[in-house]
C-alpha cells in the first residue's frame, strides 16, 4: 500500500514539474519579456508609457463605470432592513463605537457593546437600551467570555452582525519607537480583528442559516490608512491597517458560500477621542528618547510636528456622526457595500492621488506640512533629490 502511494505522489510530483511543451513555450516567452522590461531605461519607459495610454483612455471607461454603476444603484436599492437579529460592536468607550451602538438602539436592533474600560460599562447602564460587557481585544479569555453570553441569550438566531471598531493611533518614527510600539498596534487593530472573527464565526453562521433571506454580516473598520501606501510618523497604525485591508478581502472570500457578507469601511480624520492626544503624545517620545536622538532631530522640530500633529487635526477632520451613519447603513442596508469610504478629502482627493505615478504620490506627500519639516541633524537643509 505505502509503495502504490509512493508511487502515485511520484507520479503527480512528475506531472507537475514537467510543463508540456506549449506551456513552456508561453513561460519562456513571457519570462523573456518581463527580463525585457525590467531592464535599465527600458523599464522606466515602459512604466510612463504605461501611465501615458492609461491616461488617454480610461476618462472614456470611468465615465462608463460611473454612469452604469449610478444606473444599478438607483435601479438596486431596496432600503434598509429591519432588526433581525443581535449586533455586536466592539471599542464602544467612545466615539464611532457609542455613537453606533446609541443610533442602532434607537432603531430597535438588539445591540452588545463592548469597552474596554468600566466607565465606558458605565456610561452604557444608564442608557438601559444597549447591553454593555467590559472586553479587552487583545485577551482570548475576554473575547470568549462575550461570545458565550451571546450565544447563551441567542441559542437559535446567533449573532447577525459582528462590528470590529476597537483601534489605537499613535504618531512615531521608526527611529523613535521600539518594536512594542508596532506589536501593540497590530494587537489591537489587527489581531483583535481576527480573534472576534474566530470566536463569532458559528454564530454567524447559525444566523445566516436561521434567516433564510438574510445574510449576516462583519464590519471591519479598517481605516483610510488601509488603502494609502503610507503617511509619515503613522507607520505602525498604517501597516496594522493594511493588514487588516488585506485579510477583510481574504475573509469575504472565504466566507462568501457561508452567507456572512464582510464589509471594510475606510473613514479618513474625524473628532474622535483617538485624535485628540497625539500632541503630548509626541512630547512625551522626545522626552524619552536618548540624548543623541534628540540632538539629531531638536526639540524645535519636535515641536513643529506636535503643533502640526494637533492643528492639522483640528482642521482636516469631519464629524464622527458621518462615519456613524455609514456604519448604521452598512449594517442594516438591503444591498450589501462591501466597501464604504467615508470623509470628502478621501473620495475625492486621496482615491484620485493613489492612481498617479508613486514618484508624483512621493512628492505630494514630501510637502505635506508634517513631512517637510528638516530635523536638526538633517544631512541636507533642503528638499531631497530623490523622490
Given at each position: 500500500m505505502e509503495e502504490t502511494l509512493g508511487a502515485t505522489a511520484a507520479t503527480i510530483h512528475g506531472a507537475l514539474s514537467k510543463p508540456d511543451g506549449k506551456t513552456a513555450r508561453k513561460e519562456t516567452l513571457?519570462?523573456?519579456?518581463?527580463?525585457?522590461?525590467?531592464?535599465?531605461?527600458?523599464?522606466?519607459?515602459?512604466y510612463y508609457g504605461f501611465w501615458f495610454v492609461f491616461w488617454l483612455f480610461m476618462p472614456?471607461?470611468?465615465?462608463?463605470?460611473?454612469?452604469?454603476?449610478a444606473l444599478y444603484d438607483a435601479v438596486t436599492c431596496k432600503g434598509n432592513r429591519k432588526p433581525v437579529g443581535p449586533v455586536l460592536i466592539t471599542g464602544c468607550d467612545s466615539g464611532f463605537g457609542r455613537g453606533l451602538a446609541l443610533a442602532l438602539s434607537e432603531l430597535g436592533w438588539n445591540v452588545y457593546a463592548t469597552c474596554m474600560t468600566t466607565d465606558g460599562?458605565?456610561?452604557?447602564?444608564?442608557?438601559?437600551?444597549?447591553?454593555?460587557?467590559?472586553?479587552?481585544?487583545?485577551?482570548?479569555?475576554?473575547?470568549?467570555?462575550?461570545?458565550?453570553?451571546?450565544?447563551?441569550?441567542?441559542?437559535?438566531?446567533?449573532?447577525?452582525?459582528?462590528?470590529?471598531n476597537a483601534?489605537?493611533?499613535?504618531?512615531?518614527?521608526?527611529?523613535?519607537?521600539?518594536?512594542?510600539?508596532?506589536?501593540?498596534?497590530?494587537?489591537?487593530?489587527?489581531?483583535?480583528?481576527?480573534?472576534?472573527?474566530?470566536?463569532a464565526l458559528p454564530l454567524l453562521k447559525r444566523a445566516a442559516r436561521h434567516n433564510d433571506y438574510h445574510s449576516s454580516r462583519i464590519l471591519n473598520i479598517t481605516s483610510f490608512s488601509g488603502l494609502l501606501s503610507g503617511l509619515f510618523m503613522k507607520s505602525a497604525y498604517g501597516a496594522s491597517k493594511h493588514a487588516a485591508e488585506s485579510w477583510s478581502n481574504s475573509l469575504r472570500m472565504e466566507l462568501r458560500h457561508f452567507g456572512i457578507q464582510v464589509c471594510q469601511v475606510n473613514p479618513v480624520w474625524h473628532r474622535t477621542e483617538i485624535a485628540h492626544s497625539q500632541r503630548d503624545h509626541l512630547v512625551r517620545i522626545y522626552e524619552s528618547l536618548s540624548g543623541d536622538l534628540q540632538a539629531d532631530y531638536g526639540k524645535e522640530y519636535f515641536l513643529k510636528l506636535a503643533d502640526a500633529a494637533y492643528s492639522g487635526r483640528q482642521r482636516h477632520t469631519w464629524e464622527p456622526e458621518n462615519v456613524v451613519k455609514a456604519l448604521v447603513s452598512a449594517v442594516t442596508a438591503e444591498r450589501h457595500r462591501p466597501q464604504r469610504v467615508v470623509g470628502m478629502d478621501a473620495t475625492f482627493y486621496m482615491v484620485p492621488v493613489m492612481m498617479l505615478p508613486r514618484r508624483i504620490i512621493n512628492m505630494i506627500y514630501d510637502r505635506w506640512a508634517l513631512a517637510a519639516a528638516i530635523p536638526a541633524g538633517a544631512l541636507s537643509k533642503g528638499s531631497p533629490t530623490q523622490v
Open positions: 513571457l519570462s523573456q519579456l518581463n527580463s525585457f522590461l525590467s531592464a535599465d531605461y527600458v523599464s522606466d519607459w515602459a472614456y471607461v470611468v465615465l462608463g463605470g460611473i454612469v452604469f454603476m460599562v458605565h456610561y452604557f447602564a444608564k442608557n438601559g437600551k444597549v447591553t454593555a460587557l467590559r472586553m479587552d481585544v487583545t485577551k482570548e479569555e475576554d473575547v470568549r467570555a462575550v461570545m458565550a453570553k451571546v450565544d447563551a441569550a441567542h441559542p437559535k438566531e446567533g449573532l447577525y452582525a459582528l462590528v470590529n483601534g489605537v493611533d499613535r504618531f512615531g518614527t521608526t527611529d523613535w519607537c521600539d518594536v512594542e510600539h508596532y506589536r501593540w498596534h497590530m494587537e489591537i487593530n489587527f489581531f483583535g480583528h481576527v480573534r472576534m472573527v474566530k470566536e
